[in-house]
């Protein structure tokens, strides 16, 4: 089977491991996680830094420490993971979901002014499958209404946008480190923020909000989202090389891009669109042709052993979301579409152009014997 993610570690990455474990720095306690973050946000280019245990406890921590209160609105992506409308939920606000471009997949920036309310406190802005959005609008659009900018770049480490890193432009940004992201500490996420007020709130939330005078009388309820020293080493390791990974997420995407660019009913995203460039975070294809489905269309894949994975399912039709209050639109065409006609091929870092080359050639024979 060609997984969907072929991750790849360098003997250099386990030898770092080891050498944190010879030490007995295995916990959140270790010198490890601090020049992790300091890496980090040399990186992005953010004043402060924190590890959490994941994306998805990244976003519970930056909407903690907005302070939302109950009936808050919150703008975000109808297509995207369904982390952040879960964050909001769970502290009492209105997820307000936008529906997607059609071919950049991402957040509809003119929907989103139509949709600020004097309720609204922040918009989640989410660089989703490669594509950055259009970030530096989103921002001018906060900076005039006053309200608050997450940038949700768990997709795209090392990636820019005009020149600047993604995850630059948030009043607070956050990244996922799982397994199938540009680097990985197995599971894993970072808080960015410039603004001080924030930095010590994520630093206490995600450590259980322990007493300042007596330690054990916790004065906020938080969460242990701690992330661990040899995580820490192992994501040192990588990030020494995230030049030469987007470098090489980039050449990978180029190759599938060039190989079914011409397959009728098959979309692609080009490398380059309106002078953007696409990382290609993930080989995402949608079938523009109704006849086939994406389930119908990975299942034939996959009998010539080829993993590939689903679209994310849109906010407006997630069941565990039915009983909840999201402020929703009538329309949400196109993440409709594309959550059912949208699939992603092979995309780790280790595909070969060997895995490149068969899963295209797979790919054009089963449009061919469904006609489509
Ligand atoms: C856009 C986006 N945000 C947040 C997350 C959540 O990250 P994690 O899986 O580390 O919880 C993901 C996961 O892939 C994601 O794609």
């Given at each position: ?7 790849k570690l360098l003997v250099s990455d386990r030898k770092i491991i080891l050498n944190a474990l010879k030490k007995n720095w295995i916990s959140s306690v270790g010198p490890e996680v601090k020049k ?74 003119n929907e989103i002014e139509k949709n600020i309310s004097k309720k609204t406190k922040a918009i989640i802005a989410t660089h989703i499958y490669g594509y950055p959005i259009q970030i530096d609008k ?219 080359n068969y899963v295209c050639k797979c790919v054009k024979k089963i449009k061919k014997r469904f006609n489509f």
């Amino acid at each position: 089977m060609i997984p969907v993610n072929k991750f790849k570690l360098l003997v250099s990455d386990r030898k770092i491991i080891l050498n944190a474990l010879k030490k007995n720095w295995i916990s959140s306690v270790g010198p490890e996680v601090k020049k992790f973050e300091d890496n980090f946000k040399e990186l992005i280019g953010k004043k402060y830094c924190s590890s959490v245990s994941s994306g998805s406890a990244a976003l519970d921590i930056a909407l903690k420490v907005i302070d939302i209160k109950k009936g808050d609105e919150i703008i975000i992506p109808n297509f995207t993971i369904i982390s952040p409308a879960i964050s909001i939920i769970k502290l009492g606000g209105i997820p307000v979901p936008i529906d997607c471009d059609f071919y950049n997949w991402n957040m509809k920036i003119n929907e989103i002014e139509k949709n600020i309310s004097k309720k609204t406190k922040a918009i989640i802005a989410t660089h989703i499958y490669g594509y950055p959005i259009q970030i530096d609008k989103i921002r001018q659009i906060c900076n005039k209404h006053r309200i608050i900018l997450i940038e949700d770049a768990a997709e795209m480490l090392g990636h820019k946008y005009k020149g600047k890193q993604c995850g630059s432009f948030g009043d607070l940004s956050i990244f996922s480190l799982y397994s199938n992201k540009h680097i990985t500490t197995g599971e894993g996420g970072m808080v960015l923020t410039n603004i001080r007020k924030y930095k010590d709130k994520i630093f206490d939330y995600k450590n259980l909000c322990f007493g300042k005078k007596n330690r054990f009388n916790h004065y906020d309820i938080g969460w242990n989202y701690r992330f661990t020293n040899l995580q820490a080493s192992l994501g040192i390791s990588q990030i020494r090389r995230i030049n030469k990974i987007i470098l090489k997420k980039k050449e990978i995407g180029k190759k599938y891009y060039n190989n079914l660019k011409n397959c009728k009913n098959i979309y692609i995203q080009k490398p380059k669109l309106n002078n953007i460039e696409n990382v290609y975070w993930v080989i995402g294809i949608l079938i523009l042709n109704k006849k086939m489905t994406a389930t119908k269309f990975r299942n034939e894949l996959k009998k010539y052993k080829i993993e590939t994975r689903e679209f994310f399912w849109p906010m407006n039709k997630q069941d565990a979301l039915k009983k909840y209050n999201l402020k929703l639109k009538k329309n949400y065409k196109n993440s409709e579409y594309i959550s059912k006609y949208g699939l992603y091929l092979p995309s780790g870092l280790a595909t070969s152009d060997k895995d490149i080359n068969y899963v295209c050639k797979c790919v054009k024979k089963i449009k061919k014997r469904f006609n489509f």
